[in-house]
């Protein structure tokens, strides 16, 4: 069943982008860091936003690659370098934020520096968390079972949609 239509998921990620930019009105550089490959696409979306909400801002658009199967099998990436980081915003991106596991991990690599603060924004959050995250910025919050699942497509740039399955 689609949950989201490509309209719908426009709309959230400029009401994301509005919610991070207030927020955020007076830092000179946000970092945006999108988890794996719907992560970062969702997070290319909401930078692209917030660049003609914010056009004065330095947005850092970077990803964090990791196996949200088994996080620990192999290195935790950012694809940035880490020092650029330092004493700034962040807004860690996800396509869905499940039971917390996967954004739990991506703040592995962060923490051997200090930033101004840390933001969690996600297209769909779920209501299942296991792991102390908590979700800054949603484009929509469910509460499903645990056998549903979500998927998220972003790959056709004319449209987007989202599923309950």
């Given at each position: 069943m689609q949950i989201l239509n490509h309209k719908q998921i426009l709309q959230k990620v400029k009401r994301l982008s509005f919610q991070i930019?207030?927020?955020?009105?007076?830092?000179?550089t946000i970092a945006i860091l999108g988890i794996n490959n719907n992560g970062l696409r969702f997070a290319k979306m909401v930078q692209?936003?917030?660049?003609?909400?914010?056009p004065d801002t330095e947005l850092i658009l970077s990803n964090i690659s990791l196996n949200p199967a088994n996080p620990l099998s192999e290195p935790i990436k950012v694809e940035v370098d880490i020092e650029q980081l330092k004493d700034r915003s962040i807004i860690i991106v996800d396509d869905?934020?499940?039971?917390?596991?996967?954004?739990?991990?991506?703040?592995?690599?962060?923490?051997?520096?200090?930033?101004?603060?840390?933001?969690?924004?996600?297209?769909?959050?779920?209501?299942?968390?296991?792991?102390?995250?908590?979700?800054?910025?949603?484009?929509?919050?469910?509460?499903?079972?645990?056998?549903?699942?979500?998927?998220?497509?972003?790959?056709?740039?004319?449209?987007?949609?989202?599923?309950?399955?």
């Open positions: 930019a207030e927020r955020n009105l007076n830092e000179k692209e936003e917030l660049a003609s909400i914010l869905v934020a499940n039971t917390g596991r996967t954004l739990y991990f991506a703040l592995y690599p962060l923490m051997n520096m200090v930033p101004k603060c840390i933001e969690v924004a996600v297209l769909v959050n779920r209501e299942h968390k296991s792991f102390p995250i908590k979700v800054d910025y949603q484009g929509l919050s469910l509460a499903t079972t645990l056998k549903e699942n979500i998927e998220v497509d972003l790959t056709d740039k004319t449209n987007y949609k989202v599923f309950l399955n």
